[in-house]
Structures are given as structure tokens and as C-alpha cells.
């Protein structure tokens, strides 16, 4: 294994001490050699050199796997102090077999990772950092506004959507002295959660995409969601910037109170202000708009994305790039994989189809968003809707459901296939409303995908438009495996 230079640590033995309020485990030399050049919370993902940081949840201990861990490389562990009480002698005897092992004894695994990430942050003062957050649109909006940023600064940006109360310490620890700017997607699948990264972080700049639906089941009421959210502006002060969607319904709600500038961005902010035009919608193309006279083809589908757009130019001019650059950052993005993924292809029946597949999340307001795009399309072929389960909507799951069945009937697709228990009443309200094109099937397991392709393609044909969207745990994307040739 590859020696490490001390010097390389992310945090010195007094620093992490000192954050974490924990306890060393070892002799002198063991603290001597205290060193660690990367974060893990998963034993698969530790490599020589890691700081291992075992996570306790409803079913596992992450616990269990630090000797794997250690196996693969480890040289610090965070150890709960219920743990150490367990199993001390199998920790000591590993910093005394193991001079470069360290052993930290902690109150809560979590909240060490989490302190040992702010204490990590704070060791770069000088780096402007910048907060994503919104009940959809997080990741697309973070890569857009990276990929602008990074033609005039060094940027160090979350990496896919490490974005939750442990993804988002983990992204910090790849800040490296030579970064300018930080782009940190954040989050939220609990009350508080965005308050507690955003301690972590302590963004002088943060963006809001929108405020819908997301994780309603968690908070109670949208008015709940808002007020989360708006936590992510928590640490803007006098010379930072607040980003806020203009067209949504709590614009004013999250502009206010605000100590450093506040900045609207949408379609509905005038040229003027924002220096963009909207030119032409080019369906599954994409986008065309200008940003001062500089014409830009965006080709990420959708009004959604667009919207997207606007908030990444408005961060962008901000930070005084060049209209130039903007379009550069934002031509050179694809969707990502499983996000509004749009794709000519082949069908098993040999039909050349529109594949638009966005099975990666669904709350009420990107399947609304997703079936306004569908329905605005020029088309020449038939639409056909495939919709699983929207989850993690609790108590109001039934009604946001159906309010999906409703735009199902006044949409009239050739086909609409629902999927899973809680799209019966997307199904049900379809049928009261008169579409008569629905089928329903209870569950999400393999012969119910089977069967859906099935009937999707007995009635497919050149230039139709399929749509796959639900969320993660539904697996939709096995529609498409069955439907392509």
C-alpha cells in the first residue's frame, strides 16, 4: 500500500478532535501518524488512505463492515461510543497491531461526519460557495451552473446527487486548495435537513428552483416545504446573493428577509433585467433563446428546463461571466442519464419511436412538468404514457395522485398505462373523467413490466411518443428494455 505524507491529510488529529468532539483511541505514535485523504461511507467505497465513517440506520450498522473496510484500506474509523463499548478490545488491538490506524470515538456517526465537514470547509475562506436546492430540478440546475462557471473559475461541484445529510458532507471533502468556486446541491428527505447541511456549508450564494410537492408526506403542507427550503439562504449575508424562481407561488415568501441581494430569474423576468430572449421552442430538441445577442441552443427538453437555464445565466451573470462562456457551459450538457432522457429509437416491432424516460424521481410537480412537455409536442405519431407511483407523498398521496388522472383525461393520450397501488387513483380519476385508453396494473414486479411492454407494443407505431416517468423505486426503466429492439 502507498505511504501517505502526513502533510496530505484533509484535517490534522486536533482538528477532527476538535469538530467531532470524540475521543483518540491509540498511543502517541498512532496519533503521529494520523492521516486520511478521502471520506467513505460505504466499505465498497474505501480505498488506502480513507477515513471509513459507519452509518447507523432503521436496518443496518455500518458498523458490521469495518473490518471490510479496514481490508480495503482504511486508516481512520468514527466509532459510536455504543459500538466501542461493544467491541473495545477488537478496536484497540487494531491501533496497537496498526500504528497508521486511527480510531475516533464519537457520540453519533452522522453528526461527527457532519461536523468533520464544516471543520473541512471552513479551512477555505476564500472559496465562494454556492447552494442548490427545490423540490425538482436540483442536479440539472447544479450541473448547468457548474458548467458555465468552470469556463472563467476552478469549480468543484457535487457529483451526481450526492445531496443529502450524508452526501453532501462527503462532496465538501473534494474541495481542494486550487478551487475558486463550490457548486453543492442540497437535498431533503426530513424536517430540518436543509438547515443542518446548510450549516455545513454556509453558502454566501444559493439558488431555489421551485417549490412543489416533493416529500410532502415528510412536512405536512407546501407552505412547510417553503419554509424548508428557504433555509438554504440561511448564511447569505450583505455581499452574497439570493436566487429565487420569479413565477413561482412563495417568490415573495422566499425573498424576504434576505440580508445580501436578491436576484428573480424565470420567463416572466423582462429582457431588460435578465439579458435573455426567448426565441423558439424546438420540442424534443430542446431550447433557443439569447443571452445579450448571443444566441444559445439548449438541448435539454422541456419548459422546465428552460426555467433551469435561467436561473443557471442569471448565477452566471452574476459572477460576471461572458455571454460566450454561458452558451459554451450550456451547450456542452446532455441530459442526464435518466432525467428527461429523449432518444429516437427502435422498438421491438421495428417502429422508430420518441423514447422520453425520466425515471430517476417523480414528485406532483415534475409529473405535471413531464406531461405538459409530452402534450406540447408537435407531433405526428400517438402519445402513450407510462406513470408509476409518485412515493414519499404521505396522507395527500391519494388526492395529488388523482390530480395526475385528470390531466391524463384532458391530455387524452392513445394509451395510458399506471402502475403500482397508489396510481389506481390517477387511473380512477382518468376513468371519471372520460378517457377510456387507461389501463391499471397493481403492482411493479417483473410480469406486470412485461405485460405493460406488451401492450405498448401491439399498438406502437412509427413517430409515436412514449413516456416513462415515476419515481426511483418503481424501476420504470425496465419498460424500455422490454419495448427496444
Given at each position: 500500500m502507498m505511504k501517505h505524507n502526513l502533510n496530505e491529510s484533509l484535517l490534522t488529529v486536533e482538528q477532527v478532535i476538535d469538530a467531532v468532539g470524540g475521543e483518540f483511541v491509540g498511543d502517541a505514535e498512532n496519533r503521529n501518524l494520523f492521516c486520511f485523504t478521502s471520506v467513505a461511507t460505504d466499505s465498497r467505497n474505501v480505498i488506502d488512505g480513507s477515513l471509513f465513517v459507519p452509518l447507523i440506520g432503521e436496518n443496518e450498522d455500518g458498523h458490521r463492515y469495518c473490518p471490510q473496510a479496514v481490508e480495503n484500506g482504511a486508516k481512520v474509523l468514527f466509532i459510536s461510543r455504543g459500538e466501542f463499548e461493544k467491541n473495545s478490545e477488537y478496536y484497540k488491538n487494531l491501533v496497537t497491531e496498526n500504528k497508521a490506524m486511527s480510531v475516533i470515538v464519537v457520540g453519533n456517526t452522522l453528526r461527527a461526519l457532519q461536523n468533520a465537514a464544516a471543520r473541512y470547509v471552513s479551512k477555505f475562506p476564500t472559496l465562494v460557495k454556492i447552494?442548490?436546492?427545490?423540490?425538482?430540478?436540483?442536479?440539472?440546475?447544479?450541473?448547468?451552473?457548474?458548467?458555465?462557471?468552470?469556463?472563467?473559475?476552478?469549480?468543484?461541484?457535487?457529483?451526481?446527487?450526492?445531496?443529502?445529510?450524508?452526501?453532501?458532507?462527503?462532496?465538501?471533502?473534494?474541495?481542494?486548495?486550487?478551487?475558486?468556486?463550490?457548486?453543492?446541491?442540497?437535498?431533503?428527505n426530513r424536517k430540518n435537513e436543509i438547515s443542518e447541511i446548510a450549516e455545513i456549508l454556509k453558502a454566501n450564494f444559493a439558488l431555489i428552483t421551485n417549490i412543489g410537492t416533493a416529500h410532502i408526506g415528510i412536512l405536512g403542507s407546501i407552505e412547510d416545504i417553503a419554509k424548508e427550503k428557504k433555509h438554504v439562504f440561511d448564511y447569505v449575508s450583505y455581499n452574497g446573493a439570493a436566487f429565487v424562481p420569479d413565477m413561482d407561488e412563495f417568490a415573495d415568501f422566499l425573498s424576504s428577509g434576505i440580508e445580501g441581494e436578491v436576484i428573480r430569474f424565470g420567463s416572466s423576468v423582462p429582457c431588460s433585467e435578465s439579458g435573455v430572449k426567448y426565441l423558439k421552442d424546438c420540442g424534443v430538441e430542446g431550447t433557443d433563446f439569447s443571452v445579450s445577442d448571443?444566441?444559445?441552443?439548449?438541448?435539454?427538453?422541456?419548459?422546465?428546463?428552460?426555467?433551469?437555464?435561467?436561473?443557471?445565466?442569471?448565477?452566471?451573470?452574476?459572477?460576471?461571466?461572458?455571454?460566450?462562456?454561458?452558451?459554451?457551459?450550456?451547450?456542452?450538457?446532455?441530459?442526464?442519464?435518466?432525467r428527461t432522457e429523449v432518444k429516437k429509437v427502435s422498438a421491438k416491432n421495428k417502429s422508430e419511436i420518441t423514447l422520453i424516460k425520466d425515471c430517476y424521481n417523480a414528485n406532483p410537480s415534475s409529473m405535471k412538468s413531464a406531461l405538459a412537455f409530452c402534450s406540447?409536442?408537435?407531433?405526428?405519431?400517438?402519445?402513450?404514457?407510462?406513470?408509476?407511483?409518485?412515493?414519499?407523498?404521505?396522507?395527500?398521496?391519494?388526492?395529488?395522485?388523482?390530480?395526475?388522472?385528470?390531466?391524463?383525461?384532458?391530455?387524452?393520450?392513445?394509451?395510458?398505462?399506471?402502475?403500482?397501488?397508489?396510481?389506481?387513483?390517477?387511473?380512477?380519476?382518468?376513468?371519471?373523467?372520460?378517457?377510456?385508453?387507461?389501463?391499471?396494473?397493481?403492482?411493479?414486479?417483473?410480469?406486470?413490466?412485461?405485460?405493460?411492454?406488451?401492450?405498448?407494443?401491439?399498438?406502437?407505431?412509427?413517430?409515436?411518443?412514449?413516456?416513462?416517468?415515476?419515481?426511483?423505486?418503481?424501476?420504470?426503466?425496465?419498460?424500455?428494455?422490454?419495448?427496444?429492439?
Open positions: 447552494a442548490i436546492t427545490g423540490s425538482s430540478g436540483k442536479t440539472t440546475s447544479k450541473d448547468m451552473v457548474a458548467s458555465i462557471l468552470a469556463r472563467k473559475y476552478r469549480v468543484v461541484a457535487t457529483e451526481g446527487n450526492f445531496n443529502s445529510e450524508t452526501g453532501l458532507p462527503l462532496s465538501v471533502f473534494n474541495i481542494r486548495h486550487f478551487h475558486e468556486v463550490g457548486v453543492f446541491e442540497m437535498g431533503m448571443v444566441k444559445i441552443h439548449l438541448a435539454l427538453p422541456g419548459i422546465y428546463n428552460y426555467v433551469n437555464a435561467l436561473g443557471a445565466v442569471a448565477v452566471a451573470r452574476r459572477f460576471g461571466v461572458l455571454p460566450s462562456q454561458i452558451k459554451k457551459g450550456l451547450e456542452c450538457l446532455n441530459a442526464t442519464s435518466g406540447s409536442l408537435e407531433k405526428t405519431g400517438k402519445l402513450i404514457y407510462v406513470l408509476g407511483d409518485m412515493l414519499e407523498l404521505g396522507e395527500k398521496s391519494s388526492e395529488l395522485h388523482e390530480s395526475i388522472g385528470s390531466i391524463v383525461a384532458a391530455d387524452k393520450p392513445a394509451l395510458a398505462i399506471f402502475i403500482g397501488e397508489e396510481m389506481k387513483n390517477a387511473y380512477d380519476k382518468a376513468l371519471k373523467r372520460g378517457f377510456e385508453n387507461g389501463v391499471w396494473f397493481e403492482k411493479y414486479d417483473t410480469d406486470s413490466i412485461k405485460k405493460a411492454a406488451k401492450i405498448i407494443l401491439d399498438r406502437l407505431s412509427d413517430n409515436d411518443v412514449v413516456l416513462l416517468k415515476a419515481s426511483r423505486g418503481i424501476c420504470l426503466e425496465r419498460v424500455a428494455d422490454e419495448i427496444i429492439g
